[in-house]
């Protein structure tokens, strides 16, 4: 899985794995896309306006969470 941020645009994608030939794209809604494999299996999810869409009480950040481990790694979202 790979979370790609661009600050200058405000757009995450989540990719959960590498896209085929053929992709489907779903608007789910207007901050919202799901691209879909032929068999119904999500390769990736795209927020349009990630920095309100990610934002919490602590700002737009994104906290990764290894739960084996426990390890926590916070990442800021801020505007450029």
Same mark, same amino acid.
Request: hydrophobic content about 40%; glycine content about 8%; overall charge negative.
């Given at each position: 899985?790979?979370?790609?941020? @661009?600050? $200058? !645009? !405000?757009?995450?994608? /989540?990719? %959960?794995?590498? =896209?085929?030939?053929? #992709?489907?794209?779903?608007?789910?809604? +207007?901050?919202? +896309? /799901? @691209? %879909?494999?032929? @068999?119904?299996? #999500?390769?990736?999810?795209?927020?349009? &306006?990630? &920095?309100?869409?990610?934002?919490?009480?602590?700002?737009?950040? #994104? *906290? *990764?969470? &290894?739960?084996?481990?426990?390890? $926590? =790694?916070? /990442?800021? %979202?801020?505007?450029?």
């Amino acid at each position: 899985m790979q979370l790609t941020y @661009d600050p $200058r !645009h !405000h757009i995450a994608y /989540i990719r %959960l794995r590498e =896209k085929g030939a053929e #992709v489907e794209t779903i608007r789910i809604s +207007d901050g919202l +896309d /799901i @691209d %879909l494999a032929p @068999d119904g299996s #999500v390769y990736g999810i795209e927020l349009l &306006n990630a &920095n309100l869409q990610l934002s919490g009480t602590e700002g737009a950040s #994104v *906290v *990764v969470w &290894n739960e084996q481990p426990q390890l $926590r =790694k916070q /990442i800021s %979202l801020s505007e450029a």
